[in-house]
């Protein structure tokens, strides 16, 4: 274990040598900085995922500070020309990333001013690397965020789709995980299809309050040049300027903000993962799940194995575990910019990772789901699904509701006691618990009765079911 480190694998980031001076802060330094310190406090390993978001927002900067005459004209063609080749080097995975460089602001600065000489030297006026990191991120999550919604909405897409499949397929609904009504698979997938939508609006939010430019806050005073932040924030498609210097380069709400919400689409995946493994195990069996979806086992060759649900129930806790780690990682910080800060980077690369990837899988998976309504249809014969519609039809015969639940209650006994459905038991069985029941019953305790019954936006009608899909169709036009 000498240079081997895990974020810092031989061969690709070999130090260069300990030279004092390699640094573009190193003019006050006596002495190198230690190789393990090096390791430590450098970032370029993961912060070069910023690489093209750190090259829009040093052009914008440098066109903003030709503008304002603070660079001239030339300058600026110089490292516009410069960026356009640093650029294709990192594209085509050409770009010499090294430890020495520290960061990817600072990789990319020593490159450009090797490429183009007292112009690029010239890039950082008026700038820090405070309010550089600070844009860098939020354009890096901005980005994210829209593949983010995008792939939510890809989700949403194919819930609807098995929905419109089964708008009227009847299965159980629970409470307690005991049978409570019928409901159909459609709109029991329609509950997952608003959760999704209340997800995007949290990231639209999210992002509103994200998109605001931290450059020219500088270090953390603002700077002493003629800069004009307005136009940096239109050339980035910032809605406007952070406006506290202080705030701008040491405000990192918008990436807790943005974990959150990431927490909240994972903690929805994974009730969602709960149910398919439920719905597959063999004692449930409503569902099976195509087999790209599912592994096998190595010792017990019968075994086809939900592991994708079962991961994305799992990978929520990293999710979650980022999340606290961003709030720890703020609370004990003072104004303004703290090294702290650099940390803040990893937790939120894993999390749309993994955000992404969930997001990508279940979009796939869901036309995957293979529907036994036979199963289904089985489950609710057990359970006295149709109860509350034989109350419900006892109230609008004139019983008060108390009453007429008791009377159910007893009926449901009565049945329980012969081993029958409800709907098994005769007339005369019926009314020996309520004397009002008639003929009609019998529709009222079928489970098409049942579900054709909840006709009102959000019931489980099969009509309410294709409109709401309709509705949220057009929600994703
Ligand atoms: N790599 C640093 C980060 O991610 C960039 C900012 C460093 N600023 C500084 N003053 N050391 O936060």
Redesign the pocket.
């Known amino acids: 274990m000498t240079d081997q480190h895990l974020y810092a694998p031989e061969g690709i980031y070999a130090p260069e040598g300990n030279d004092a001076s390699s640094k573009a802060w190193s003019g006050r330094f006596s002495e190198p900085v230690a190789d393990v310190v090096k390791r430590y406090t450098a ?1 370029v390993f993961f ?1 070069r995922r910023m690489a093209l978001q750190d090259i829009r927002g040093s052009l914008a900067h440098a066109r903003m500070l030709a503008k304002q005459a603070i660079i001239s004209v030339p300058d600026l063609t110089a490292i516009e020309r410069g960026m356009a080749q640093i650029q294709g080097e990192i594209e085509r995975d050409e770009f010499q990333w090294k430890l020495d460089d ?4 600072l990789s990319i600065e020593k490159r450009l001013i090797a490429l183009v000489g007292d112009a690029g030297k010239r890039l950082h006026t008026g700038r ?3 309010d ?2 600070a844009t860098d991120i939020r354009l890096w999550l901005r980005d994210s965020l829209d593949v983010i919604d995008t792939l939510l909405r890809g989700y949403q897409a194919a819930l609807l789709d098995l929905a419109e499949q089964h708008a009227a397929t009847p299965m159980p609904g629970y409470t307690h995980m005991q049978v409570a009504q019928p409901v159909t698979f459609g709109h029991h997938l329609l509950a997952y299809v608003e959760m999704a939508q209340r997800d995007r609006s949290r990231l639209a939010d999210c992002r509103r309050r994200m998109n605001r430019l931290p450059l020219g806050a500088a ?1 953390l005073a603002g700077t002493s040049f003629p800069i004009d932040r307005e136009f940096v924030a239109r050339e980035l498609g910032f809605d406007g300027v952070c406006e506290n210097s202080l705030d701008a380069v040491s405000d990192r709400d918008f990436a807790i903000e943005f974990s959150a919400a990431a927490a909240l689409i994972m903690m929805h995946i994974s009730r969602f993962s709960e149910e398919l493994v439920l719905w597959m195990s063999p004692r449930i069996g409503f569902i099976d799940l195509a087999d790209r979806y599912c592994t096998g086992s190595s010792i017990m060759p019968q075994k086809k194995n939900p592991d994708v649900p079962e991961l994305a129930r799992g990978k929520s806790g990293r999710v979650y575990g980022h999340l606290m780690g961003l709030l720890t990682l703020m609370k004990g910080q003072p104004l303004a ?1 703290n ?1 702290d ?2 940390e ?2 990893e937790p939120l690369f894993d999390t749309v990772d993994t955000l992404a990837d969930t997001l990508r899988i279940f979009a796939d998976l869901a036309p995957g789901i293979r529907v036994k309504p036979e199963a289904m249809a089985a489950a609710l014969k057990q359970g006295y699904a149709t109860a509350t519609d034989l109350a419900d039809y006892l109230v609008k015969l004139g019983l008060p509701f108390r009453d007429a639940h008791e009377a159910v209650a007893r009926a449901v006994r009565a049945a329980e006691v012969k081993g029958c459905e409800l709907a098994e038991l005769s007339l005369e069985e019926l009314r020996a618990h309520a004397p009002a029941i008639g003929q009609e019953v019998y529709a009222v305790l079928s489970v098409e009765g049942s579900l054709a019954a909840r006709d009102h936006i959000g019931g489980t009608a099969p009509k309410q079911v294709r409109a709401a899909i309709a509705r949220a169709r057009q929600a994703l036009a």
């Open positions: 970032s912060d520290e960061d990817v602001h820090s690397r405070n550089q990191v270090a910019y090294k800060n650099q803040d980077k």
